[in-house]
């Protein structure tokens, strides 16, 4: 199949949805490129646990509130995957599934988008892969050494999988804390971190958090004091599961290790500890295999931007992939304001 639109959007996920809300709104014909056999993005791949860190009236996308969940301060990760099918459906956005993208390539005035399942020429491509399929795992040393079990939070499900074993927790960003949290009370844990965990404040969750990285942004862009963003105020939003397990002593962080052995992991002072299972909270790198044949990486994997505009390819956006493409912009509340710059400038663009 060989298919035009005015813009191709890659990726199903919360970030397309909103940039498709945008692009319908000023009509732009496009199209919605999707890797995943059914909606929900990576919504539909966490671990069982998994809460929002706001309520559901602050977590929703552009034009429809997220109902909130009977019973739920906090939705659950299945709650989410129903509200972005209904938000799906309810906009009648032209998703194509599962589609998967090998290559944009510049094609002329155009730019060419490669699938399985064809090609489509395009006037502008909004790039919204996310992160979750590239798991990042540090190169400590030993890693092929360890006998037992390693799951990255990719992976890891519930505490069903490692009830009763040595587990080790690596990561004190939010994934290691709750993950942590949530085997504190099955498993005999250890939760290491690079640095002592950093608490945000009790009451503090992702509305504060959105609004602090707005307000960092609109800081920058008028050339005043960088406020330092959400980093400044911690690394750990205390949900009502891992306050539980700190209030209780659960959560008490060791260092990082510095090599892993056949039985476990060893310190730098020389102390071992036995594991029968590591699980690696260390995060995500952008997906952005698919852009590669227009040759735009910068530093550290990112695509140089300004705003989600790709500098060096203005037919490029890319959407949802963090902060350096929009404040808070992967997040199910703070992807709406990127969305609809991106939808704007390439409206601009192709008229």
């Given at each position: 199949?060989?298919?035009?639109?005015?813009?191709?959007?890659?990726?199903?996920?919360?970030?397309?949805?909103?940039?498709?809300?945008?692009?319908?709104?000023?009509?732009?014909?496009?199209?919605?490129?999707?890797?995943?056999?059914?909606?929900?993005?990576?919504?539909?791949?966490?671990?069982?646990?998994?809460?929002?860190?706001?309520?559901?009236?602050?977590?929703?996308?552009?034009?429809?509130?997220?109902?909130?969940?009977?019973?739920?301060?906090?939705?659950?990760?299945?709650?989410?995957?129903?509200?972005?099918?209904?938000?799906?459906?309810?906009?009648?956005?032209?998703?194509?599934?599962?589609?998967?993208?090998?290559?944009?390539?510049?094609?002329?005035?155009?730019?060419?988008?490669?699938?399985?399942?064809?090609?489509?020429?395009?006037?502008?491509?909004?790039?919204?892969?996310?992160?979750?399929?590239?798991?990042?795992?540090?190169?400590?040393?030993?890693?092929?050494?360890?006998?037992?079990?390693?799951?990255?939070?990719?992976?890891?499900?519930?505490?069903?999988d490692v009830a009763g074993q040595k587990v080790i927790v690596v990561g004190g960003g939010n994934s290691g804390a709750q993950i942590a949290a949530d085997l504190a009370y099955d498993a005999h844990l250890t939760w290491v971190t690079l640095r002592e965990p950093r608490y945000l404040a009790d009451d503090i969750d992702g509305r504060a958090l959105f609004d602090h990285a707005t307000a960092r942004r609109r800081a920058l862009d008028e050339g005043r004091t960088d406020t330092g963003g959400v980093a400044s105020l911690g690394d750990v939003v205390a949900v009502p599961p891992v306050r539980a397990a700190r209030d209780a002593g659960l959560l008490k962080a060791q260092p990082m290790?510095?090599?892993?052995?056949?039985?476990?992991?060893?310190?730098?002072?020389?102390?071992?500890?036995?594991?029968?299972?590591?699980?690696?909270?260390?995060?995500?790198?952008?997906?952005?295999?698919?852009?590669?044949?227009?040759?735009?990486?910068?530093?550290?994997?990112?695509?140089?931007?300004?705003?989600?505009?790709?500098?060096?390819?203005?037919?490029?956006?890319?959407?949802?992939?963090?902060?350096?493409?929009?404040?808070?912009?992967?997040?199910?509340?703070?992807?709406?304001?990127?969305?609809?710059?991106?939808?704007?400038?390439?409206?601009?663009?192709?008229?």
């Amino acid at each position: 199949m060989s298919a035009p639109a005015d813009v191709v959007v890659i990726g199903g996920g919360q970030a397309g949805l909103a940039a498709g809300y945008h692009l319908r709104r000023l009509g732009l014909d496009f199209v919605i490129l999707d890797g995943q056999e059914s909606p929900g993005g990576a919504w539909r791949h966490t671990w069982d646990s998994l809460r929002l860190f706001s309520p559901a009236a602050y977590s929703s996308l552009p034009g429809r509130l997220m109902p909130p969940q009977p019973g739920e301060t906090y939705p659950d990760a299945a709650h989410v995957v129903s509200y972005l099918t209904d938000y799906e459906q309810r906009y009648g956005l032209p998703v194509h599934r599962p589609v998967r993208v090998t290559g944009v390539h510049r094609d002329g005035e155009l730019l060419r988008v490669e699938t399985d399942s064809g090609t489509w020429r395009t006037g502008a491509v909004i790039s919204a892969t996310g992160t979750w399929s590239r798991p990042f795992v540090p190169a400590v040393p030993g890693r092929t050494e360890f006998r037992g079990l390693q799951l990255h939070t990719v992976e890891y499900r519930g505490p069903r999988d490692v009830a009763g074993q040595k587990v080790i927790v690596v990561g004190g960003g939010n994934s290691g804390a709750q993950i942590a949290a949530d085997l504190a009370y099955d498993a005999h844990l250890t939760w290491v971190t690079l640095r002592e965990p950093r608490y945000l404040a009790d009451d503090i969750d992702g509305r504060a958090l959105f609004d602090h990285a707005t307000a960092r942004r609109r800081a920058l862009d008028e050339g005043r004091t960088d406020t330092g963003g959400v980093a400044s105020l911690g690394d750990v939003v205390a949900v009502p599961p891992v306050r539980a397990a700190r209030d209780a002593g659960l959560l008490k962080a060791q260092p990082m290790f510095t090599r892993l052995t056949a039985s476990g992991v060893e310190w730098s002072d020389g102390m071992t500890g036995d594991a029968d299972a590591i699980i690696w909270c260390t995060g995500f790198r952008p997906a952005l295999s698919h852009l590669a044949p227009l040759g735009l990486r910068g530093p550290r994997g990112h695509i140089p931007t300004t705003g989600t505009r790709a500098v060096g390819e203005p037919r490029l956006h890319l959407l949802g992939y963090g902060d350096w493409t929009g404040p808070a912009s992967a997040t199910l509340i703070g992807v709406g304001r990127p969305a609809r710059e991106a939808a704007r400038q390439i409206a601009d663009l192709l008229r």
